[in-house]
């Protein structure tokens, strides 16, 4: 399960289809060493976004493809 605290790396990891969430929401460096270190609480308050929302959006998707 995804939560805040969870590394964005990891996520895309796991899948990298998810990369289309972060994107949405202005997380345009994906491939930068120091993002894929964040967590997504972390990311998400650097670009003003709901980090509840994309951790939402994020284990919908995880549930529909596993």
Do not use: Q, W
Not at 7 to 12: A, E, F, K, R
Not at 14 to 32: A, N, W
Request: glycine share 10%; net charge negative; aromatic share 4%.
């Amino acid at each position: 399960m995804i939560t805040k605290d969870t590394v964005i790396g990891d996520v895309l990891d796991k899948d990298r289809t998810t990369s289309e969430y972060f994107l949405e929401i202005g997380m345009h460096c994906l491939g930068c060493p120091a993002s894929r270190g964040e967590t997504i609480g972390e990311a998400c308050a650097v670009h003003g976004t709901d980090a509840d929302a994309l951790v939402e959006k994020l284990n919908a998707h995880m549930k529909k493809t596993a």
